[in-house]
């Protein structure tokens, strides 16, 4: 049973461009959790998706960065007219549709956004 | 808002001793907190969580324990082993339709030789 996917694990950006990273989850998970991690940091919640469904997205800046889980492919993260700061390891996670108390977090790898 | 505060951010210790890391969360409707260990280069994972109904779990090196009225729980690992150097995350997460969790800053653990 593969675990969640992340794609690409590395991804280097000019500022103004638009990076978007990609999330398949673990099969059978339908719920998807996007987290930004700075340098020496923690992991900053960013937006929780079901397919085709935002549940809560109070972590998102509100300007450039969007995300999507379609009913059918990955989820995506994407963000707009990049700029240094921007740059971080995004993970992603997913858990099960159905939330019980055997329902963790399961985590990626990682994309690490680099922007120059 | 929600918060989660973890403590040290950094813990040195010699092969063979306990580790402690400590947090507390501000959200009392969290019921549930998971420990995470990451490796450099990897994402985080799980390595063992409690729920608000325990007050204490163990696995075999590996113990958390949980004081819901003060808000805080601990990680605790014995006979400490150089591939237990790692970042390890406390977190907490309430049953919002899905598991929203916040994490701790992290605890940079060193086990020396």
């Known amino acids: 049973n593969a675990g969640v996917m992340q794609n690409p694990r590395h991804l280097v950006r000019r500022r103004g461009q638009e990076a978007r990273l990609r999330c398949s989850p673990m099969?059978?998970?339908?719920?998807v959790y996007w987290y930004r991690q700075l340098p020496e940091e923690g992991l900053k919640f960013m937006v929780y998706?079901?397919?085709?469904?935002?549940?809560?997205e109070s972590g998102m800046p509100k300007e450039r960065f969007s995300a999507e889980f379609p009913k059918e492919g990955p989820s995506i993260l994407r963000i707009q007219q990049v700029v240094r700061g921007d740059s971080a390891a995004y993970f992603c996670a997913s858990s099960p549709a159905v939330i019980s108390y055997n329902s963790p977090l399961h985590f990626g790898n990682g994309t690490r956004l680099t922007v120059t | 808002g929600e918060n989660v505060e973890q403590h040290p951010s950094t813990l040195s210790v010699q092969e063979g001793d306990s580790a402690v890391i400590k947090c507390t969360y501000s959200?009392?409707?969290?019921?549930?907190f998971p420990w995470y260990k990451q490796e450099l280069g990897k994402g985080p994972q799980l390595i063992i969580d409690?729920?608000?109904?325990?007050g204490e779990k163990k696995d075999q090196r590996i113990a958390v324990t949980l004081n819901k009225t003060a808000k805080h729980f601990s990680l605790h690992i014995t006979e400490t082993q150089p591939e237990d150097s790692a970042v390890y995350f406390c977190?907490?997460?309430?049953?919002?339709?899905?598991?929203?969790?916040?994490f701790g800053a992290g605890t940079r653990l060193f086990v020396k030789a």
């Open positions: 977190a907490a997460g309430k049953n919002t339709g899905g598991f929203k969790t916040i």
């Open positions: 998706l079901q397919k085709e469904n935002i549940i809560d």
């Open positions: 959200d009392s409707a969290s019921n549930y």
């Open positions: 409690i729920r608000s109904n325990v």
């Open positions: 099969k059978g998970h339908s719920h």
